[in-house]
């Protein structure tokens, strides 16, 4: 069975670092691209980040980038999200999800959720 | 300024069928898109439906389906059931690696 879970979302102040985890199993996790969507308080879901297999190929949305950075640990079936320069907008849950077999998103955690507050 | 475009909210009656669609602003949808259609209902993760136009996930049951209608990506749904209530999104693959969520549907089964 598919699993993912993320980690280590929390409260933060603006300007801040967070950095987030998700820990898959259950599949060949080496061999699928991942993604990072987020979703506001009250809001729908937003693309944030996508790694390729390897972690030679990363993409970011326009809102993140050069803030945020993605990266992957094929050995310890683990992706990351260094999330800095942190600002309120950023607020929301944070979920990590596995590529289907073709194109987008298709196994999902279960999400972990930041909070940037003054 | 591209954007991808849902209907903010619909109604279906019960066993009824609806079409949710998934368009963009300064497009056409195509299959080069591999538009992908989500459920979620409050405090919890989306469920995947359907990826690359038509490909149901894993467990989704056949009555809910997808295509290209015309110049959008669309989500049918037959037989609609009371837990098919639910906030519906579509993702669009914009190239250079960029997805692009629409705005989602509320769904209201009455």
């Known amino acids: 069975e598919v699993q993912l879970v993320e980690s280590g979302g929390g409260l933060v102040k603006p300007g801040g670092s967070l950095r987030l985890s998700c820990a898959a199993s259950g599949f060949s996790f080496t061999y699928y691209n991942m993604h990072w969507v987020r979703q506001a308080p009250g809001k729908g879901l937003e693309w944030v980040s996508s790694i390729s297999s390897s972690g030679s190929y990363i993409y970011y949305a326009a809102s993140v980038r050069g803030r945020f950075t993605v990266s992957r640990d094929n050995a310890k079936k683990s992706l990351f999200l260094q999330m800095s320069s942190l600002k309120v907008d950023d607020t929301g849950v944070y979920y990590c999800?596995?590529?289907?077999?073709?194109?987008?998103?298709?196994?999902w955690g279960r999400g972990t959720l930041v909070t940037v507050s003054p | 300024q591209t954007v991808v475009t849902q209907e903010s909210s619909l109604s279906v009656s019960p066993g009824g069928t609806v079409t949710l669609t998934c368009g963009l602003t300064?497009?056409?949808?195509?299959?080069?898109?591999?538009p992908c259609w989500y459920q979620q209902t409050p405090g919890q993760p989306p469920r995947t439906l359907i990826y690359?136009?038509?490909t149901r996930s894993s467990g989704v049951p056949d009555r809910f389906s997808g295509s290209i209608l015309g110049n959008k990506a669309a989500l049918t749904i037959a037989g609609a059931e009371a837990d098919d209530e639910s906030d519906y999104y579509c993702?669009?693959?914009?190239?250079?690696?960029?997805?692009?969520f629409g705005g989602g549907t509320k769904l209201t089964v009455l």
């Open positions: 300064s497009d056409s949808v195509s299959p080069n898109y591999y």
């Open positions: 690359s136009t038509s």
């Open positions: 999800a596995r590529e289907s077999a073709a194109a987008g998103a298709e196994y």
């Open positions: 993702v669009l693959f914009m190239g250079a690696g960029i997805w692009m």
